[in-house]
């Protein structure tokens, strides 16, 4: 399967806890984006990457998220003491990268995580 | 923030009917796309209309979009059990490039077609 996956498929973790999820690209594509989608809403916008440069990061990533892409191909997300209000379904997708053209996102099938 | 909204809400049909799906957008787009999520599950593109486009078609799907309106509409036709999932609408306004990089989705319809 050459689509884009992410691991763990699924997290439970205890208020105050730290996790970490990850995202494989597909291999050729050069942006990598990160959603967060809660119960019963559409996919929020979080973060993008261009190769392993950070571009942009939504208001929504406060400081006890962070995300990295150190060689341009997978990509981590990590969030620190965790809250319940953390608790979604995270969502990436990768694209090329061509400019001046529509580039499709391709979604993983996303990390539920439930923290306690 | 959330950039449109779909309406229904939640949607019932019978197998065999058509169902319709609309959307509404706050801001100018470059593009405006169609997804389907099965429960639990990522997302698939399904449709992608572009702001100078009124009309596509795509198998048993057509999509309308108005830009003075700021809507689109969503039909399938002809529906499947295996069509129930949730459907959602997004739109991209692209950087500085002209090339787009992040989605705004809107709520979402939830489709069950009933065997």
Not at chain 1, 57 to 68: I, N, Y
């Amino acid at each position: 399967d050459t689509g884009v996956s992410q691991d763990p498929r699924h997290k439970i973790t205890k208020r105050g806890q730290n996790v970490t999820f990850r995202c494989d690209p597909i291999s050729e594509h050069n942006r990598l984006y990160w959603y967060r989608q809660t119960l019963g809403q559409g996919p929020e916008f979080l973060t993008y990457f261009q190769n392993e440069a950070q571009l942009e990061k939504s208001r929504l990533l406060s400081d006890r998220f962070s995300a990295e892409r150190p060689k341009g191909s997978f990509s981590t997300l990590e969030i620190q003491r965790t809250e319940q209000g953390d608790s979604a379904m995270y969502l990436c997708a990768s694209s090329p990268g061509t400019s001046g053209v529509y580039n499709e996102q391709f979604f993983g099938p996303g990390t539920r995580l439930t923290v306690l | 923030s959330q950039q449109g909204e779909e309406d229904p809400q939640a949607l019932s049909i019978q197998e065999g009917e058509n169902a319709t799906m609309n959307c509404s957008y706050k801001t100018s787009i470059n593009n405006l796309q169609w997804y389907r999520q099965n429960s639990g599950r990522g997302l698939v593109h399904l449709i992608l209309i572009r702001s100078n486009e009124r009309e596509k078609h795509s198998g048993r799907l057509r999509v309308t979009l108005d830009t003075s309106k700021k809507s689109s509409s969503l039909l399938i036709t002809a529906s499947r059990a295996a069509d129930t999932a949730s459907y959602f609408c997004a739109t991209d306004a692209g950087d500085s490039g002209g090339s787009n990089y992040k989605l705004t989705f809107g709520k979402g319809t939830l489709l069950t077609v009933n065997p």
